[in-house]
């Protein structure tokens, strides 16, 4: 396709490239701008316009006939953004002038008056070569900017001190300030009042509970002792010596021993177990597997729960109204303190259950622990200090489980309590006070946590209720 001498196409507008790129083409000499140098506004895919080389007017294309074409360099558009005409509100461009550079989408349409920017001539070339000029030494002083900056960067890199921690120094001992009531607190607290007994058949736990070395512990941890054997005592310091048997109630298994020659040690503080709530937390400590001075923690899990203090293989003369507990107790913890968050003895770790284990000594801790009441140790380390044995809280009767729960009466003790209260032999009890009794052993635990002389209420089947003062009997250890 070629073009005429006015500048028209044959066929269709056709927009040729100046041949010589590198050259500007030669400006027409005027002291005024062409009218034709009208811009829309700047539209947001904006186009690169070249002049056209040639006899034109200067910073104008070549227009030929016919309608633009949209999809060369230059093509015009309508106001409605469609191709359109090249005229505007100065009418047709004489041939040879072309159409102004256009560089939006909003072109002049006749009778629309659009503002007219002059521009003045400049000399061929010069602002590219100045420009150039500027964008190289921009681009020099941004590339010495850097190289400078990362030599300082670098520079200041090299120059930080090198630490190393095995050169630092040892930090202060930290002083005692743990804060009340954690776990922490209450170990500093108690551990040393706690011991661990040694003996021919095993070990166990005990607390000190007098300066002078009378020591509370369980009946089974000294009771292989009872025909002679001898008692060692580890305290938290190291330091050992012997101990004697004072006392010992198997009903309760409770035993207080003394140690010899000693004086002015830490005892423990003995708290409350009437006013213990599930969830409570707690800490046992103890010698577990002869690991002396170990500190666990845990909850209550339940209260009154009867436990027999030799395992399945226990008579009922050794149930125990326990207090349940998740935190880890294990053969040699037996005869160690349970604490509450104040550090205050509330049990005496006594039993675990183990799994297809017969025997508490066996096994390990499954979260599954019982500690006798201290408000029942109170009272029989008490009595076994001032007299060398122990009262047993009586019911009177002899009980197995009912057929439908409860504990069944299946004989009376003459002169007893029960007999007393009117209780006769095939009576079911099924309340103890406000306790639900659904076992024979419910009800052996509910009177052991009692004591002598203390008035109850129990429920006879569904509806008899009768008020029972208890009774008391001497134990005595075989």
């Known amino acids: 396709m070629t073009e005429n001498n006015h500048g028209a196409a044959e066929d269709q507008p056709q927009h040729e490239a100046p041949q010589t790129p590198q050259q500007t083409p030669p400006a027409v000499p005027s002291e005024q701008p062409s009218p034709w140098a009208a811009h829309a506004p700047a539209s947001p895919q904006q186009e690169q316009w070249q002049p ?7 910073g104008f294309q070549q227009q030929g006939a016919g309608q633009p074409d949209p999809g060369q360099p230059g093509a015009l558009q309508g106001a409605s953004g469609q191709p359109g005409t090249s005229t505007s509100q100065f009418g047709t461009p004489p041939p040879g002038l072309g159409v102004p550079p256009q560089t939006g989408p909003f072109y002049a349409q006749p009778g629309v008056s659009y503002p007219v920017q002059q ?64 776990i922490e607190s209450v170990a500093e607290k108690v551990l040393p009042s706690v011991v661990k007994l040694q003996l021919s058949g095993g070990e166990g736990s005990g607390i000190v509970i007098s300066s002078d070395g009378s020591i509370l512990t369980n009946n089974h941890v000294v009771e292989g002792a009872a025909a002679g054997g001898q008692i060692q005592i580890v305290f938290q310091d190291g330091k050992t010596t012997t101990a004697t048997i004072v006392g010992r109630d198997p009903s309760s298994d409770l035993a207080v021993v003394k140690a010899a020659n000693v004086s002015g040690l830490p005892t423990a503080e003995l708290g409350s ?125 002899s009980v197995k489980d009912g057929d439908n729960g409860g504990a069944l009466v299946s004989d009376v003790t003459a002169g007893g309590a029960a007999e007393k209260a009117g209780i006769k032999s095939g009576d079911v009890i099924t309340k103890f006070d406000d306790r639900n009794i659904d076992t024979s052993d419910a009800l052996v635990a509910a009177v052991r946590s009692k004591a002598p002389n203390d008035k109850v209420k129990l429920t006879i089947g569904t509806d008899k209720t009768v008020e029972v003062t208890l009774g008391s009997q001497v134990v005595e250890p075989k």
């Not at 056209?52 to 200067?58: E, Y």
């Open 119 to 182: 521009q003045a001539p400049r000399k061929p070339g010069r602002g590219r070569v100045v420009a150039g000029v500027a964008a190289a030494v921009l681009a020099v002083g941004a590339l010495s900017g850097g190289i400078g900056g990362y030599i300082g960067y670098q520079a200041a890199v090299d120059a930080r001190p090198v630490t190393n921690a095995l050169n630092a120094p040892k930090p202060v001992q930290q002083s005692s300030n743990a804060p009340a009531g954690s």
């Open 273 to 397: 177990s009437g006013d213990l709530k599930v969830g409570q937390q707690v800490v046992a400590i103890g010698s577990p597997f002869d690991l002396q001075g170990t500190v666990t923690s845990g909850i209550v899990s339940s209260m009154n729960r009867p436990v027999r203090a030799g395992g399945e293989s226990g008579s009922q003369a050794s149930v125990l109204d326990a207090i349940q507990t998740d935190a880890a107790i294990n053969p040699g913890n037996s005869g160690g303190p349970l604490v509450n968050m104040q550090g205050q003895v509330i049990g005496i770790n006594s039993a675990i259950y183990s799994p297809n284990s017969t025997q508490q000594t066996q096994g390990g801790s499954v979260g599954i622990g019982f500690a006798i009441p201290i408000d029942q140790a109170r009272r029989t380390a008490k009595e076994i200090t001032d007299s060398g044995k122990a009262t047993q809280t009586v019911l009177g009767v």
């Open 52 to 58: 056209t080389p040639g006899p034109a007017h200067p």
